[in-house]
Structure formats: structure tokens, C-alpha cells
Nanobody, 124 residues
Framework: VQLVESGGGSVQAGGSLRLSCEIS????????MGWFRQAPEKEREGVAT???????VYQDSVKGRFTISKDNAKNTLYLQMDSLKPEDTAMYYC????????????????????WGQGNQVTVS
């Protein structure tokens, strides 16, 4: 399984960015996929996840501003980030794991996931 991210960069507060994560080698219909971030000297935290049933979960701080989606035809995961704030500055990672309900997707990916290389997002 390989995850390749793109789309990070620098933006002013209030701006928008879209992250993409192309996933190859994933042959299962069952999945948890999501976006995580890690700011300097902080733990990696879950931002948003989506599962094979289309159920999405967001961290409270990004609700209403970020949207996670998946294009199955392109095997690509997206994170649309609007109304960005300086506190959103971090390295963003996409992750994928098998859906192991009732375990949450965030917990599953954190502990068992495959990861992309990371993409820096800087909001000033």
C-alpha cells in the first residue's frame, strides 16, 4: 500500500487549501481513511476520517471548516480546508487502515495505519 500526498503550502488566515492523497495497492472494500496532523512539539492528532460506509468524523476544531471526501474512481482521498487559522499550521498526513468497528477510525489508523509522507500546511 502506498499513499502519496500533494497540495500543501502556505496561505494567509481565512484562505483555503485542498490536500490530496493518492492511494495505490489498496485492494479491500473495507477501510478507514483519514487525515492527521502534527504541529511542532505536539502529538499527532486526528483531523478527519471517512470509512467504507461514507461515515465521516471530524475533530471539533475543524468542524464546519474542513471537508473530507474520497473519489473511489481515482483512489484519491481529499481534505478541503477553508477558513484556515494559524493554529491549523502543521504537517498533515493521510492514513489508511482496515475498518475494525467498533474501534473508531481515528484510533484504528493511529495504531495500525499505512501513512503518506506528510505535507506541510502553513497559515499566517
Amino acid at each position: 500500500v502506498q499513499l502519496v500526498e500533494s497540495g500543501g503550502g502556505s496561505v494567509q488566515a481565512g484562505g483555503s487549501l485542498r490536500l490530496s492523497c493518492e492511494i495505490s495497492g489498496w485492494t479491500y472494500t473495507n477501510f478507514c481513511m483519514g487525515w492527521f496532523r502534527q504541529a511542532p512539539e505536539k502529538e499527532r492528532e486526528g483531523v478527519a476520517t471517512i470509512d467504507n460506509n461514507g461515515v465521516t468524523v471530524y475533530q471539533d476544531s475543524v468542524k464546519g471548516r474542513f471537508t473530507i471526501s474520497k473519489d473511489n474512481a481515482k483512489n484519491t482521498l481529499y481534505l478541503q480546508m477553508d477558513s484556515l487559522k494559524p493554529e491549523d499550521t502543521a504537517m498533515y498526513y493521510c492514513g489508511a487502515a482496515l475498518n475494525r468497528r467498533p474501534m473508531s477510525c481515528m484510533a484504528t489508523i493511529q495504531s495500525l495505519g499505512h501513512w503518506g509522507q506528510g505535507n506541510q500546511v502553513t497559515v499566517s
